[in-house]
């Protein structure tokens, strides 16, 4: 049995986020799919003695991802984690799954990982991108991968606000309601805004992120470029630890998930 480490980038626009749901088809779940081919003994996965049910109808290994995206969010770098009975190579897998995946999901890395390796528990920092386009006229080219904004036009207020969040909070203001997650304190290494005459980026870097943390972020911070909201007000929103304080949540459109980094050991 091998653990695998595989880098899988997506358009997210079709799915309903990483994650397996009742409600629809996962990115998880048609790669778990592609895999079915590959395995050994395919007749005793297929009984249904292991793994996943997949699409087709055979059964697939559970891979782990590192980040459980929303619906309709994007990745560039998503990491995923299987475990794996087979002596095929890893060029061989790699090329069988991008055969065997739709063309929205690609295979951009495939390597063998240390025993035990888990992208989701074992991961040190994830970078995410949220893109808002403040033109008056969205390119309908753009229309899946941004938040058309245009009224977000203070660039330097919303720098100002991003400075706020850089470092460790409790962030239960920017948090999903209704989660179940209590620990709510997490640590932004940076926050970066970058502007030019098509729209302005969101980039930010953390140890882990809350269930719409970024997108609940990147609605306050437009608030603020949009001066419906005070620069300083963000330390308020943090210290009320309360959904209602914040700003609103960004359509997912906007989001990808960049990178995901680990310890030299994985």
Sequence with gaps: MRTLKLTIAYDGTN?????????GVSVQEVVEAAFVPLLPRAAGWRSGRSGNA????????????????????????????????????????????NVRLPPDIRVVGLADAPPGFHARFHA???????????????????????????????????????????????FASFQAAGSPVRATVRTVHRLDIVADAAGVVLEVDGDGFLRHMV???????????????????????????DRAAA????????????????????
């Design 124 to 170: 040190g920092s994830k970078t995410y991108r949220y893109r808002i386009a403040t033109t008056p006229v969205l390119s309908p080219f753009d229309r899946w991968y941004v938040w058309h904004a245009p009224e977000v036009r203070d660039v330097a207020a919303m720098r100002a606000a991003a400075a706020v969040l850089v470092g460790t909070h409790d």
């Design 247 to 266: 700003g609103p949540t960004a359509p997912a459109s906007g989001l990808t998930l960049v990178a995901v980094r680990y310890p030299a050991v994985c």
């Design 54 to 97: 997949s699409p087709g109808g055979g059964r697939g290994p559970t891979v782990a991802g590192a980040g459980r995206t929303d619906a309709g969010a994007h990745a560039l770098g998503q990491v995923a984690s299987v475990n794996l009975d087979t002596d095929l190579t890893a060029p061989a897998i790699h090329r069988a799954l």
């Design 215 to 241: 997108r609940a972020m990147a609605g306050t911070l437009a608030d603020v470029a949009a001066g419906t909201r005070a620069p300083d007000s963000m330390r308020a929103i943090l210290s009320a630890r």
């Design 15 to 23: 799915y309903v986020g990483w994650q397996r749901q009742t409600n």
